[in-house]
């Protein structure tokens, strides 16, 4: 088993160290907080030539959107990295690189969405994109936001999907926090990712090809019913990565992730960061005789609905934490995915959102612990009294 | 020197018939004709618009030669991707070949909603040719007014009336805000002065760093003319000096027509229905401002160029 | 018979150059140019404003018209500086 070092990075300087790693042909970025590091850090590799890339120093997140459009149509492995205001600025462009179906990978470090302004950890940017055909994948950790930009770079390319992906890590909690994290040699790797053998490429001058003509009435429905079959061609083929990714690497990664979950009564489902706040939570109410348990989804698109159904196919009672609002008036978008996908069930568990952290706002262990005392009391009387709630708002 | 029969025979058409631009429209001469200023592989690019809708509808593709759309506002920041890319694997020896890259885009995603992420390129340093094509309205979308519509044209969000005589503002003068980003070479052209144009487009696939070509180009619907007039009016254009023709050189400008006999501008004017409303005696007065503001212009070229 | 999303290339790309060729516009025009060979001057004026890259140019001459795409906008009539070309009202 193949041991890597452990080096004491944060959550944003781990991505720029991974990008690094995979050394991808462009990088066309545009700062913004608390992605910034990402970008100083990689220029600071290209400034020192421990990099080839050519790095693109664009005006605008729209524009880094366009070049990267440009440099992946032309066969080159192309990178960029953003947050909040800067992925909604390139939103335009963001659909545009699933839809010509560019492997992108694309850090994206959760900020809260204007207005008002707020440079804090929420995960409306990146729900806000749920439908853009983008895979994403939520870290917990500074260790996973290493290992699934490695990871993201080989599903990305994968000759079946062939989509762009996002990776998430939470601003500020994660992307700014000291953590010591396992990483690899560079050839390890360099042989992990492979070669990029783009499907077509602008350069290939002999070839020519038309990228982004006009699609009329009779031939875009064709071209999206192509990416609904991607998506499902990635849930079909993201295991090999996984799996692979351990062999290489020794970590094991799935579509989510379950704590203490196999026989939990009271469910917390929770994406990146606060997943590591519950897990302490969950032991506390072990000991107590709890029947506690913790899912985290890892990939949120494609929706992993088997994993997530059969995780919380024995729970009584689940409470899914949004870190954004929809705006429907039913919750949160976890809870309506989650919700949606228990619809077919036979047995389905009780379950309620709350929405809590948003703008950064910090959600402690004592309101996690309160949300299970409520599962508890909801399994007990088979009544729920808030279906969907909001903690730590101050009313 | 361009020489056409040199050029039909050395130069290969890489924009070819079957595209469904309108019978006698200047957007695509000025394609043809600025092509022919290099016989290297270009890689070509455009913004949404009249010449990227009417040349790519699925499965049909006018283009020999690679192309790529991506959105209406971004071409310069797309082809600075691809040249990024070009560049990346050249050095890395996956490509051998001398590739040239074009933009192409009209006024709206040049002058307008695409001067941002032209600035950026241009800043930049990219190795790329842009080409405007500009036809001085949004046309593609319906004739509706872009910051390079003249003053007192009609156009259909700024239409001449019973309170308004069409645009009341004067166009952007963006070939100088262009010049100003200090890059190698910068020109306005016309397709009736086609040697002019292809010699200027030599020295801009030529140039090391972003060249940037300013084409006036005809649009019949949109202004108003007989489609067959389409060279004659750009002609009328660079007579009455309503688009002069010059370069800048590394900032060294030189004007490289001079009409002989400067028209008046009502001989522009009169040819086209979008200043019709103009000869209203309650507008008269704005064809001379025309006039005046053309003339300080021109004046102002002359000076500029006199400074070396 | 349109392909299906099965068997079309992904991404909207069109995998070939110049399949417009395939579409032929010749079809929208009223009037057709007609040359009188005898006085043309091959000077290649009408290969260079044709918008529709309808002017055959062989050799440094100009060898006709490509009716498939020609949609007798006239220009070329108009620009000749012979006066050669004249558009035709067209039978169809």
Redesign the interface.
């Known amino acids: 088993m193949v041991k890597g070092k452990i080096i004491p990075f944060t959550g944003d300087q781990i991505a720029a160290y991974a990008m690094k790693q995979v050394e991808p042909d462009v990088v066309a970025a545009y700062p913004i907080t608390p992605q910034t590091e990402i970008v100083m850090n990689f220029s600071q590799y290209v400034a020192d030539g421990k990099v080839s890339t050519e790095l693109i120093a664009v005006e605008s997140e729209h524009s880094a959107m366009s070049a990267c459009v440009g440099a992946a149509a032309a066969g080159a492995r192309t990178m960029t990295a953003t947050s909040a205001n800067g992925l909604a600025l390139m939103w335009e462009i963001v659909y545009i690189a699933a ?4 492997p992108i990978v694309m850090p994206v470090v959760n900020r809260a969405l204007s207005a008002p302004i707020n440079i804090h950890c929420d995960h409306s940017d990146t729900m806000g994109a749920r439908d853009s055909g983008w895979l994403q994948i939520y870290c917990e950790n500074a260790q996973e936001v290493y290992d699934n930009i490695i990871m993201a770079v080989r599903i990305a390319e994968h000759p079946e999907i ?1 989509l762009p992906v996002m990776v998430c890590q939470d601003g500020f909690i994660t992307s700014h926090a000291v953590e010591g994290i396992e990483v690899f040699d560079d050839k390890l790797v360099k042989n992990f990712i492979g070669e990029y053998k783009p ?2 490429s602008l350069l290939d001058v002999e ?7 006009l ?1 009329l009435q ?2 875009y429905f ?2 999206k ?2 990416q609904s ?2 998506i499902a061609k990635a849930k079909k083929y993201i295991p090999e990565v996984m799996r692979e990714f351990n062999t290489s690497f020794g970590r094991k990664y799935d579509f989510i992730e379950g704590y203490k979950l196999d026989d939990a009564d009271l469910v917390i489902c929770a994406l990146s960061s606060t997943a590591g706040t519950a897990r302490g939570v969950v032991d506390n109410l072990r000991e107590e005789g709890l029947k506690a348990g913790l899912l985290k989804p890892r990939l949120f698109r494609p929706f992993p609905r088997e994993a997530i159904v059969r995780g919380l196919s024995k729970a009584k009672a689940v409470a899914v934490l949004d870190r954004s609002e929809s705006f429907s008036g039913e919750g949160g978008p976890l809870f309506s995915e989650i919700k949606s996908a228990l619809y077919e069930e036979k047995n389905r568990p009780l379950i309620i959102d709350r929405i809590y952290g948003l703008g950064g706002r910090d959600i402690f262990e004592s309101d996690i612990e309160e949300i299970y005392r409520e599962l508890s009391r909801i399994a007990e009387s088979g009544k729920i009294k808030e279906k969907i709630g909001f903690v730590g708002v101050r009313d | 020197m361009a020489n ?6 050395n130069i290969p ?1 890489r ?7 309108c ?7 000025v394609v ?2 600025v092509l ?1 200023g290099t016989k290297a592989p270009v890689i070509t690019a455009s913004a949404t618009g009249c010449l990227e809708v009417a ?2 509808i ?9 192309f790529i759309h991506n959105a209406f506002e971004n071409v310069a920041a797309t082809i600075s991707g691809v040249e990024t890319a070009y560049r990346a694997l050249k050095k890395k020896g996956k490509i051998k070949k001398d590739i040239k890259f074009v933009a192409f885009g009209g006024d709206g995603g040049t002058y307008d909603i695409g001067l941002q992420s032209l600035s950026g390129a241009l800043e930049r340093g990219h190795n790329f040719v842009y080409v405007c094509y500009d036809n001085e309205a949004y046309m593609n979308t319906g004739i509706q007014r872009s910051g390079a519509t003249p003053k007192g044209a009609s156009t259909t969000t700024a239409p001449s009336g019973k309170e308004s005589y069409g645009k009341h503002q004067r166009r952007k003068d963006l070939t100088s805000i262009v010049a100003a980003h200090r890059i190698p070479y910068v020109a306005q052209c016309s ?1 009736s002065h ?1 040697n002019d144009l292809v010699t200027k487009s030599e020295k801009a696939f030529a140039a090391d760093g972003p060249a940037f070509l300013n084409v006036i180009s005809m649009c019949h619907r949109g202004w108003r003319f007989p ?6 009016i750009a002609k009328l254009a660079v007579e009455t000096c309503f688009w002069p023709l010059y370069e800048i050189t590394d900032g060294r400008l030189k004007i490289t027509y001079k009409p002989k006999n400067k028209l008046p501008v009502s001989e522009w004017l009169k040819r086209q229905g979008r200043f019709k409303h103009l000869k209203k005696e309650e507008y008269l007065s704005v064809a001379k401002e025309i006039q005046k503001d053309l003339d300080e212009d021109w004046e102002n070229l002359l000076k500029r160029e006199s400074l070396g | 018979m ?4 099965k068997s ?1 290339p ?16 010749g079809s ?2 009223t009037f057709v140019p007609v040359r009188d060979e005898a006085k043309c001057i ?4 009408c ?8 002017i055959k ?1 062989e ?2 001459k100009m060898t006709g018209f ?1 009716l ?8 070329c ?3 000749c500086p012979v006066k050669c070309i004249n ?1 035709k009202k067209e039978k169809k």
């Open positions: 839809s010509t179906r560019l062939q499907r077509f070839k020519p090809v038309t990228v982004g003509p699609d009779d031939f064709e071209h019913r192509q079959e991607a | 056409l029969k040199e050029l039909s025979k058409e924009l070819c018939g079957g595209h469904r631009l019978a006698g429209c200047g957007a695509s001469i043809r004709q022919m040349t790519t699925y499965p049909y593709t006018a283009w020999e030669v690679p397709i086609w489609q067959e007039q389409t060279v004659e | 349109k392909k299906g999303w079309l992904i991404g909207g790309i069109i995998d070939k150059g110049g399949t417009a060729k395939e579409y032929k516009t929208w025009r091959n000077c290649m004026i290969w260079v404003y044709c918008p529709d890259s309808a140019a050799n440094g490509r498939d795409y020609c949609k007798g906008c006239g220009i009539a108009s620009v558009m």
